[in-house]
């Protein structure tokens, strides 16, 4: 084998080794992109395309409360509700409610408790800059106490859903919601106390999160979230009896979003799950269990 034949076949190597290391290193991006959007909740709204409302954040570094305040903030908003009925002379009356929700796509999806909403003529809603929006119901699912309202906007800013799977007792907690319906941008802070708490909330049974970061009447709907800003739960209820302080709990977003995705897929079918009220205002008075609105 002359010198130069020598030199072809050991160049003719090289290059094949190259092209070889070149695709494996494009099937590892390729593999890495699809692992990175394995946990991407896609719902679909009638014949609408597909479209992304959890989006897994960059949970490389922790935030600052005050940096979560300022990320998830924008997101948080103020509802309430007008609702009509007859008093025992069957006379029409009105009465009002208030609660908190959360902001999960750009074009204006919320998420908020059944129980903020349920029986509800009109629904108001108030972002953090103050814009008020007049909100459809899209659908609601009485067990889970969960809802989804749909106001008329795009570009909106949107909260960040987590993996709730991954808490563990002991991190930090971060509760942003509208405490009395007056006191919008409220932030509290604690810590997760248990993951997995089953409770009697009215007349249903719910595992959902316990926190000692403070909640009140108003904050039903609002966030819970993690140390990176994720929404890792929705408030939704807290024990109000003498001598009990720091008892909040909040659904699990990880049991949120396939609900969330079945009202949107459905949209008032969805409602046909709800006729069972789990905001009976003489239940919730009689249990030491109270919705936080």
């Known amino acids: 084998m002359t010198n130069r034949l020598k030199t072809g ?3 003719s190597l090289i290059c094949f080794v190259l092209l070889g290391a070149a695709g494996i290193l494009t099937t590892v991006y390729y593999v890495q992109r699809a692992l990175e959007n394995a946990n991407t909740v896609k719902i679909t709204n009638g014949t609408s395309p597909a479209k992304v409302v959890n989006v897994s954040a960059d949970t490389s570094e922790k935030l600052t409360v005050a940096e979560i305040a300022k990320k998830v903030g924008p997101a948080i908003v103020s509802i309430d509700v007008e609702s009509t009925g007859r008093d025992f002379f069957g006379r029409a009356v009105s009465s009002t409610g208030s609660g908190s929700g959360i902001i999960f796509s750009e074009d204006g999806y919320i998420i908020t408790n059944n129980h ?13 800059d103050g814009t008020e929006y007049s909100a459809t119901l899209v659908g609601r699912n009485a067990d889970k106490d969960l809802a989804v309202l749909k ?5 909106l800013p949107f909260a960040v859903l987590g993996d709730s799977d991954k808490l563990n007792v002991g991190e ?3 509760a942003l919601g509208d405490p009395l319906g007056k006191l ?4 509290t802070t ?11 909330v ?9 926190t000692d970061a403070t909640v009140n009447p108003g904050n039903s709907g609002g966030a819970l979230c993690n140390e990176y800003g994720e929404v890792i739960g929705v408030v939704n209820s807290k024990v109000s009896a003498t001598g009990v302080e720091g008892l909040g709990f909040a659904i699990p977003i990880n049991d949120v979003k396939p609900v969330i995705t079945q009202i949107i897929e459905q949209g008032s079918a969805a409602e046909s799950a709800g006729e069972d009220s789990v905001n009976d205002p003489d ?3 009689r249990s030491e269990y109270r919705k936080a609105a």
Not at 116 to 125: H, Q, R, S, T, Y
Not at 151 to 155: I, R, S
Request: hydrophobic letters at 50%; aromatic letters at 0%; zero cysteines.
């Open 283 to 285: 239940s919730a008075a």
């Open 190 to 200: 604690g810590i997760i106390s248990a993951t997995n708490r089953e409770l009697s």
């Open 172 to 174: 930090m907690a971060v």
């Open 9 to 11: 076949v050991i160049i």
């Open 202 to 210: 009215g007349t249903t049974t719910m595992n959902l999160l316990q």
């Open 151 to 155: 106001v008329d906007a795009k570009g």
């Open 184 to 187: 919008s941008g409220t932030v």
């Open 116 to 128: 903020v909403i349920e029986g509800a003529d009109k629904v108001n809603v108030k972002l953090a």
